[in-house]
């Protein structure tokens, strides 16, 4: 965290994330629970590092980490539970439930979206969630706001009886901007009372609980109207922007002289308040992100607004974006020249030097079979050169989808399921059930690095350490797999391409569900490993290229010629892991250990 000094106020650059982790401070929070997911992770992260008196926890998915922050919550105590947007699908049972049931303590569920999918499979507009499940709705549109919100969430909240959802993107999550910090409060925590037409959501109670829910929408609605949260900052009355969150910013920067209806709590939207906004402005345009979730219902009640009719339904707002749509509807005569943050130079993502699950996928490609797979690092198999992947739907679905898959199959081909240790936790372990239990034919492979690499590299239950530091039971992923019945489980060994290839060989021949195990730490975290580097012999070396095929990013084309007239492959030995694997695909034998060479 950078720090400055104005006017005698500590003030620090902070990211969104960072901010969040702040306002959870000053406003008491007690308990933190979630599941690393990009753009949310640095929430809990931080929180870990620099607010020792929370406690907080990685969960195996997001699920059990709502129903922890929710069971905190009916014990009295403040609590967060955080995830990105795709998360919230996967918590989503509890989320429905909690709207009946309400809170005690306040709770916040943060859902961070990822607009332009930055690193996400999906894009969906996770405001629908607030509307579906009926809970109230607030949206930072920068760091100070991060901060700020999260007691004002926490406030109404416990006001209301009701978890609140807080909606970040990308580029709140992750970009900065100054925050001033405030106050640090205390709150008790007050314990749980027993009170089962709340807390047990039996049909007969569920019932009486809508009730509640609905004259809660009532009072939300009225709160909307008058809560600081939304505001209005009045200037030339042509033009009048409905706005929030990430999109505030750049409808701001392009048009400066039209009045705003800045929102901060989103839903209920404060209706009357928008009414008469709109009855003094000439022209009311709605700036939103994704689905035109504010437009449609200003629409439905009669309130005429332009909106996507000038932007698109697809990934960010940016000020280029938003002035090339309002010169299409007439608001602006030109659109400036302005730089697109989406336009850069392609950068294809890789798997790093060394990584173990590149022999793998290197078998993998020789076996031509069908790759179901999950999400994480492996996921970049399914790219060039290795192009090993051929489907991806969401956590833990390789093995779901490889086994309905196999049920469907003529068998003449084998059905792989490729999933990593921390996914596998998260999901993967009722897949290899129902494996078992309806008697599918297919080959999981658990590529255990013993981390949650992809964002950046967290504890989960099998590395023996929780995300506060402390030492934990590490899970045996073996003796799991064995206590769910499947009886052919192997051990590969990464970066032995030979091994490999007998492992899928025993597998393909095992009638049933064979189970194959390949344990090798990530090559970045916790510390990067790195052994003797490997070289090219130019003199043995004939240019077929081979050794490019497996998609390392330390090999790379010279400018030098084979005495074939083919280009020269190097190793970057500054960069190489001397995994091996390079020298194990050359039909040549002309790559060596530089240590060899010595």
Not at 230 to 236: A, K, P, T
Request: aromatic share 6%.
């Amino acid at each position: 965290m950078e720090a400055s000094s104005k006017d005698n106020k500590q003030r620090f650059m902070l990211s969104g994330n960072e901010a969040v982790a702040m306002g959870c401070r000053e406003a008491g929070v007690h308990l933190g629970s979630g599941y690393p997911g990009t753009p949310s992770t640095e929430i809990l992260e931080t929180i870990a590092k620099m607010v020792p008196e929370m406690y907080v926890q990685w969960s195996p998915n997001e699920k059990v980490g709502l129903e922890v922050a929710a069971g905190a919550a009916f014990s009295g105590a403040r609590t967060i539970c955080t995830q990105k947007h795709v998360g919230l699908n996967v918590a989503a049972d509890p989320f429905m439930t909690l709207s009946y049931i309400g809170v005690k303590g306040g709770m916040i569920v943060i859902s961070a979206d990822d607009p332009e999918l930055h690193s996400s499979q999906n894009e969906q507009d996770n405001r629908h969630y607030a509307r579906f499940g009926k809970v109230p709705m607030v949206e930072p549109s920068d760091s100070q706001e991060s901060k700020d919100m999260i007691a004002s969430a926490l406030d109404i909240s416990e006001e209301f009886d009701t978890p609140v959802l807080f909606r970040m993107t990308t580029r709140i999550s992750h970009g900065k901007s100054i925050v001033e910090p405030g106050e640090i409060q205390s709150h008790e925590i007050t314990g749980f009372k027993k009170d089962a037409p709340k807390f047990v959501m039996v049909p007969a109670h569920a019932r009486k609980r809508h009730v509640v829910v609905e004259e809660r929408m009532v009072k939300l609605q009225e709160f909307s109207e008058t809560t600081p949260l939304n505001f209005i900052e009045w200037s030339d009355k042509k033009i009048g922007v409905i706005s929030s969150g990430a999109a505030y910013s750049p409808a701001r920067e392009v048009l400066p002289d039209a009045s705003f209806l800045k929102l901060g709590f989103t839903y209920p939207l404060p209706l009357k308040k928008i009414r008469e906004f709109a009855d003094q402005v000439d022209r009311l345009l709605v700036v939103e992100e994704l689905d035109p979730f504010i437009e449609d219902q200003l629409k439905a009640v009669g309130i005429a607004c332009e909106g996507k009719n000038a932007t698109t339904l697809l990934g960010e707002m940016t000020p280029g974006r938003l002035a090339t749509g309002l010169v299409k509807i007439g608001v602006l005569d030109s659109a400036p020249a302005v730089s697109d943050p989406t336009d850069v130079l392609p950068r294809p993502p890789v798997l790093c030097s060394g990584c173990p699950h590149r022999s793998i996928y290197v078998e993998l490609k020789k076996r031509r079979g069908f790759v179901f797979g999950d999400i994480g690092c492996y996921t970049l198999g399914a790219l060039p050169p290795l192009s090993s992947l051929d489907c991806c739907l969401d956590m833990g679905a390789s093995i779901s989808t490889a086994i309905g898959s196999s049920k469907v199959s003529d068998g003449a081909k084998p059905i792989y399921a490729i999933i990593g240790d921390s996914t596998f936790l998260h999901s993967g372990i009722t897949g290899v059930l129902d494996a078992v239990y309806n008697k599918a034919n297919i080959n999981v492979l658990i590529v255990d690095n013993r981390i949650t690499a992809m964002t950046g590299g967290q504890q989960h239950p099998a590395t023996g350490m929780t995300l506060m530091g402390e030492p934990a039971k590490a899970v045996n992923i073996v003796d799991l797999v064995r206590a769910l019945g499947v009886e052919d489980i192997q051990h590969l060994k990464n970066n032995d391409q030979e091994n490999v290839r007998r492992g899928f060989e025993r597998a393909e021949a095992y009638e049933g569900v064979s189970v194959l195990i390949a344990q090798s730490p990530c090559m970045l975290m916790p510390r990067k490993l790195k052994g003797t580097p490997y070289f090219i012999d130019p003199a043995i070396c004939i240019g077929c290229r081979r050794c490019l095929q497996i998609g390392c990013p330390s090999l790379s084309l010279t400018g030098e010629f084979t005495a074939k007239e083919r280009q020269q492959v190097v190793i970057d030995p500054a960069t190489c892991t001397g995994c091996s694997v390079c020298a194990q695909v050359c039909p040549q034998e002309a790559i060596h250990s530089t240590e060899v060479s010595e």
